[in-house]
């Protein structure tokens, strides 16, 4: 298993779609190939693979889960030549092995999307390590924060030595940038609690569409959206190596809270509220734990949360997240294409898995998913 000490000395970049775009480079994936990943993805993958010159090709999720269904990968691979998949472990839950069979009797480059975990698990093989390189971000809410950043590493000396040269290549972000990051990195350690969630997002979102702060995507403007171009030719920021390893340092204790959050929240939503599928042999350490409510829509079930603050995520909201209407075209994916992501766009919400156990978010939790 890769360590985590290891991650976080690996290559690094600015945003984890450039260590995506790393990686693609360090496998020669060649101009205008196509390169697979799921539906039930945020904007940061496609923009990673469009950034290396990729094509984006989109293979469904399973049904009632939230990684990339083998039986569709298989379909999707008999229609169109594939010269890499990037396997997506989302919330934290392993994908199935059977994808890394499926890629590899094809000869399919696999790049492990961990960006939501770097220690899951199934059958006893950790994730980051089954494919051919893996990259991970540190960006708000990520397994490790530093306000802004990715890592990419392989188990393969070739391409491991070819991420470090293309790493020696980029250059620091601008001061201006550097500046806005630090800022927000101490309001989050300053500020961030589930219990006001709310509060912290919508003052994140003013504060990039104002342009004082550096925002995860790239600008959406009805038809207008453009992707962080610039953000793959740069390296991490100064003070990031620093800041991911002391999140580092601290991850073994965020576990713990996830794995008993988790078990507290499978009872507190029975009979009100689904888990999602996960394969068989899953140790999953959670980034976020994911609920279908049973009788509350997902609308609704997000304005309870806000009305009692009780930290509820949407995401994600579209099959690549958070583009809609043409600007999902723009990223080659094509409405109605992934019957089962978009399902899932329209059912599920997540909740944070942050910090010390405390009954009052169960108890605001059981009011939000009540009838």
């Known amino acids: 298993m890769t360590s985590i000490p290891e991650i976080v000395q690996a290559p690094l970049y ?10 693609m480079r360090a496998l020669g994936v060649e101009p205008d190939a196509a390169v697979a990943l799921q539906a039930f993805t945020c904007v940061a993958v496609p ?8 094509r984006p090709v989109y293979v469904d999720i399973e049904a009632g889960g939230v990684n990339m269904d083998p039986q569709a990968f298989e379909e999707t691979i008999r229609r169109t030549p594939i010269r ?24 399919i480059a696999i790049i492990e999307d961990c960006c939501h975990t770097i220690t899951s698990s199934v059958n006893q093989m950790a994730v980051g390590d089954q494919g051919d390189a893996a990259f991970t971000s540190f960006e708000w809410g990520k397994t490790i924060v530093a306000g802004l950043g990715g890592a990419a590493w392989s188990g393969r000396s070739g391409i491991a030595k070819r991420l470090r040269e293309h790493e020696k290549t980029l250059r620091p972000p601008p001061s201006s940038v550097q500046v806005k990051i630090s800022a927000q990195y101490a309001a989050y350690r300053t500020l961030y609690r589930p219990n006001v969630y709310w509060t912290i997002r919508d003052l994140q979102r003013r504060a990039t569409k104002a342009g004082v702060a550096v925002g995860n995507f790239g600008e959406d403007r009805g038809d207008a959206w453009t992707p962080h171009i610039d953000a793959l030719r740069w390296r991490m920021w100064s003070m ?15 576990l713990r809270y996830a794995q008993a959050w988790a078990e507290h929240y499978e009872k507190a939503i029975v009979g009100v509220a689904s ?45 690549v997240h958070p583009l809609r209407d043409e600007n999902l075209h723009r990223v080659g994916y ?31 939790l059981t009011t939000v998913l009540r009838p």
């Open 240 to 254: 990031g190596p620093l800041l991911a390893r002391r999140s580092a340092a601290r991850l073994p204790v965020r």
């Open 84 to 107: 890499a998949v990037v396997v997506q472990h989302t919330f934290g839950v392993p994908v199935d092995p059977a994808i890394y069979r499926v890629a590899r009797e094809r000869g």
């Open 275 to 319: 888990t999602i599928g996960m394969p068989e042999g899953s140790h999953v350490d959670w980034l976020r734990y994911p609920i279908i409510p049973d009788a509350v829509p997902k609308d609704e079930a997000l304005q309870r949360a806000r009305a009692v603050r009780l930290e509820m995520a949407a995401w994600y909201e579209t099959p």
């Open 14 to 23: 600015f945003q984890g779609r450039g260590a995506l775009a790393a990686t």
């Open 334 to 364: 094509e409405p109605g294409s992934c019957p089962e992501a978009e399902r899932r766009c329209g059912e599920l919400v997540s909740l944070s898995v942050a910090g010390r156990l405390d009954q009052r978010r169960l108890d605001r």
């Open 47 to 54: 923009e990673g693979i469009l950034g290396a010159g990729g």
